[in-house]
């Protein structure tokens, strides 16, 4: 049972634009920063999104994040076969004083 | 390129003391990042472990804590983690990473992973 709450899976086709959304409560999302990871099978995680919005170096634009309240969204848009991975949203708890993450979220392109 | 790669039995009997080491390159363990694990079992999604400042500052999962030791090496600019009583339910692909800075807690490099399978 993860603090924060993912959707399993979410699909579309290329192209397309697809949401994923992380919940989460006071104690995490609704008082620090939030971050998104790509991992593509066999192959470590990979940091898309910090502190809610900002992109490292190197992350298309293609790939944005959003925070408001307890939850949070990682948005991609124009879609491409590559994106297939899995999404994990990440923040810390201030009760547990400890990061934790989403579930992850499998992401198909169809 | 800042590189990191952990170093690990592979292997671990349950009840004993799963040891792994993170080599870090191309950066200074010294400079203003802490030091982290994470950990992903066969099939399963991210748990965060901890992570360790280089002056020796520590911040642990709750339910790890009591089994979990870190420790930096700053003259061979490594970190470690111990684990002791070991599970089954502590398989998994271990991961180190580096955080963004001192003041985030997010990733931005990690090392490829080393598979730890407990059993005996």
């Known amino acids: 049972q993860s603090v924060l709450t993912q959707p399993p899976s979410v699909s579309a086709a290329p192209g397309q634009r697809v949401t994923i959304s992380c919940s989460g409560s006071s104690s995490n999302i609704g008082d620090r920063h939030v971050y998104w990871y790509q991992q593509r099978p066999g192959t470590a995680p990979k940091l898309l999104i910090y502190d809610n919005y900002k992109r490292p170096s190197g992350i298309p634009d293609r790939f944005s994040g959003s925070k408001s309240g307890t939850s949070a969204t990682l948005d991609i848009a124009g879609l491409q076969t590559g994106d297939e991975a899995d999404y994990y949203c990440?923040?810390?708890?201030?009760?547990?004083?400890?990061?934790?993450f989403g579930g992850g979220t499998k992401l198909t392109v169809l | 390129q800042v590189q990191l790669q952990e170093s690990g039995p592979g292997l671990v009997k349950p009840s004993d003391t799963l040891s792994l080491t993170c080599s870090v390159s191309d950066d200074s363990i010294n400079f203003a990042h802490w030091w982290g694990w994470v950990r992903q079992p066969p099939g399963g999604g991210l748990e965060w472990i901890g992570y360790i400042y280089h002056t020796g500052s520590t911040y642990s999962n709750p339910s790890l804590k009591s089994r979990l030791s870190m420790s930096v090496d700053t003259s061979r600019n490594q970190f470690s983690l111990r684990l002791n009583s070991v599970t089954a339910h502590d398989t998994a692909v271990y991961y180190c990473a580096r955080t963004y800075g001192s003041g985030s807690d997010a990733f931005d490099i990690w090392g490829r992973g080393t598979m730890i399978t407990v059993s005996s």
């Open positions: 990440g923040s810390w708890d201030n009760s547990l004083n400890a990061g934790v």
